[in-house]
C-alpha cells in the first residue's frame, strides 16, 4: 500500500477533532448550569430570543450570547458599556437606549418580562461567559 503523501493525514485528523469539539458546543445539556441559569436557558427558547442570538458562537440577526459576559462593547452614542446584569436589564426594557454600535438590526423590547425572569435569563447569560 502507497503511504499517504505526508500532510496529508494532518488536516483530516484536525477536521474530524474539530467537527468532535463542534459536536458538544451547541449541546446547552452538557453545560453546568444551576437551577436558575437552566431557568433562564428555557425562557430564552419560550420567549424567541434565541432566534435572534445564539448560544454556540454563530452570528444570527444578533449577536451571540456565548463568551459576552463581562466584555466591553461600543454603543452607537459612543459609550463603552460591559455585559453584566445592568446591561441585561436595561437593554431588555430599551433596548435603543443601549444599542450596539457594531449592529445594524434593532432589538425589539422586552419592557413586560417579571423580574424573576430578567434574573433567571442573566443568570443564564453569565453561564454562558465562561465560553461554555
Ligand atoms: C428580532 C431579533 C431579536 C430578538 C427576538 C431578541 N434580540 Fe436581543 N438583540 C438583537 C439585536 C439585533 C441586538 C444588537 C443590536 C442592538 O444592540 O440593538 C440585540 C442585543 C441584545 C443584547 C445586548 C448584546 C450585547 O452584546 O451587548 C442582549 C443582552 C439581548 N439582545 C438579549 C435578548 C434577550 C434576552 C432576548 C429575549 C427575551 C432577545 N435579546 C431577543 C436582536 C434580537
Do not use: K, N
Amino acid at each position: 500500500m502507497r503511504p499517504l503523501p505526508a500532510g496529508t493525514l494532518t488536516p483530516l485528523l484536525l477536521a474530524a477533532a474539530l467537527a468532535l469539539a463542534g459536536c458538544g458546543a451547541d449541546e446547552p445539556d452538557e453545560r453546568e448550569l444551576d437551577a436558575t441559569a437552566q431557568r433562564g436557558e428555557e425562557l430564552v427558547a419560550v420567549h424567541g430570543c434565541i432566534g435572534c442570538h445564539s448560544a454556540d458562537g454563530s452570528d444570527r440577526t444578533g449577536p451571540t450570547f456565548l463568551g459576552q459576559w463581562g466584555t466591553e462593547r461600543e454603543l452607537d452614542d459612543g459609550r463603552v458599556v460591559v455585559f453584566d446584569a445592568e446591561h441585561v436589564a436595561e437593554v431588555l426594557a430599551d433596548p435603543s437606549s443601549r444599542s450596539r454600535a457594531d449592529y445594524g438590526a434593532r432589538m425589539p423590547a422586552f419592557p413586560d418580562l417579571p423580574a424573576e425572569e430578567v434574573e433567571a435569563i442573566t443568570a443564564y447569560l453569565e453561564a454562558l461567559g465562561d465560553g461554555g
